[in-house]
């Protein structure tokens, strides 16, 4: 309402001068937009982006596969924020919510034989799971592993010859590229939206821990976690996995985790049923206005501590790459192989230091240990 009472005197002020100009005799101008100028080239060009979608609906659609669970023991759900959810087993729910009994979601074909990705929670705390491909036919499956730090989980399905995705890193995508997004919202298997890439390289979201996700306006809706984002071209780019919502409902703004992160994690939980993260055993602070992420607090034997890392350092690069936030440094130690030395440069009391640390395992969610004051540590900093 509030547009049609803006509008309203405006087009009577355009009556007017209409009307005056007529009772001038002088002759009205020509109007900006002629809704009869739509040329063939303007159609060809619609039509083209049309046969587009199309193509890459009909070439991935063997290749995405809808996903029941059951779950032994339903608990209530807890609500942690008001732009927080996941869209998981049982429908759309806040961000830290225990799934409900039953739930649906999607999942892709990584490789022809049988193995299938998804979101972590939407497998998370399942008794029973099922996939159906998109011919019809339905297989239980089997959990290689789940990795919660980054949302990702590896199915496996007793089949052969499936067709397999074709991935891309985020690298290749810009803000602004058109991309689809296919999966089962509310059960509706095979949908397909259509939107650009809105954002990259969104962190600090707090739906896992490592993020540095896609932001997406292609519609997303719960039963759509686990399923591609994927380009023009067919290939796959990324994993939807949450929306950030108001209404409970498609807001426009979708994440979704570049299959950089998500390739690298199944390929750890296919090998050894887990992911091994790089670790330096530090809790990290980000710098109001400046670059790089400080030591908050030092775990006592711990990686860090043995190169001589201090609480209150600031770290700026890792490897001569520039750090530029708490998150930053996460992914970038996370994604070293354990065992591997890197290079710090470090800012201490104003001045320039350097250090070489040798990363561990970053323990496994849930595992607390403890810094040199015996508080709680998070895992894997």
Request: net charge neutral; aromatic share 4%.
């Amino acid at each position: 309402m509030r547009h049609l009472r803006t509008a309203l005197p405006l087009m009577l002020i355009l009556a007017s001068m209409a009307q005056a100009d007529e009772t001038s005799g002088k002759p009205s101008p020509a109007p900006l937009v002629d809704a009869t100028s739509t040329t063939a080239e303007d159609l060809r060009f619609a039509r083209n982006l049309s046969r587009a979608f199309r193509h890459v609906a009909k070439g991935l659609q063997p290749s995405v596969v809808s996903i029941r669970t059951v779950e032994a023991n339903a608990t209530s759900a807890v609500a942690r924020g008001p732009m927080r959810f996941r869209m998981g087993p049982g429908g759309l729910q806040p961000e830290g919510a225990v799934p409900q009994r039953e739930g649906q979601g999607t999942g892709f074909v990584l490789r022809e034989d049988g193995t299938i990705l998804t979101n972590n929670h939407v497998i998370r705390g399942a008794s029973q799971i099922a996939v159906r491909l998109s011919d019809g036919r339905e297989f239980p499956a089997t959990v290689l592993g789940g990795d919660p730090e980054t949302d990702v989980a590896v199915l496996r399905i007793d089949t052969k010859g499936l067709t397999p995705v074709r991935v891309i890193e985020s690298g290749e995508v810009e803000v602004g590229d058109w991309v689809l997004a296919l999966g089962n919202p509310f059960g509706l298997e095979q949908t397909v939206t259509a939107g650009i890439i809105s954002a990259k390289g969104r962190d600090e979201v707090g739906l896992a821990t490592f993020e540095n996700y896609l932001q997406t306006d292609a519609a997303i809706n719960p039963g759509n976690s686990g399923g591609p984002l994927c380009t023009l071209d067919g290939a796959v780019v990324g994993m939807n996995t949450a929306i950030g919502s108001r209404t409970g409902g498609n807001d426009g703004v979708g994440f979704a985790i570049p299959m950089e992160i998500v390739k690298r994690a199944a390929d750890d939980i296919v090998q050894g049923g887990r992911v091994r993260y790089g670790y330096m055993g530090v809790m990290l602070q980000d710098l109001d206005g400046e670059r790089g992420a400080m030591i908050g607090s030092v775990l006592s034997g711990g990686p860090a501590d043995k190169a001589g890392m201090q609480r209150g350092d600031v770290i700026r690069r890792v490897d001569g790459v520039a750090i530029g936030s708490r998150a930053a440094l996460m992914r970038a130690i996370g994604a070293k192989t354990p065992g591997t030395t890197v290079k710090l440069d470090l800012l201490r009391d104003g001045l320039d230091v350097a250090a070489e640390v040798t990363l561990a395992t970053r323990p496994s969610a849930g595992v607390a240990v403890r810094d040199e004051r015996g508080e709680v540590l998070v895992p894997g900093r």
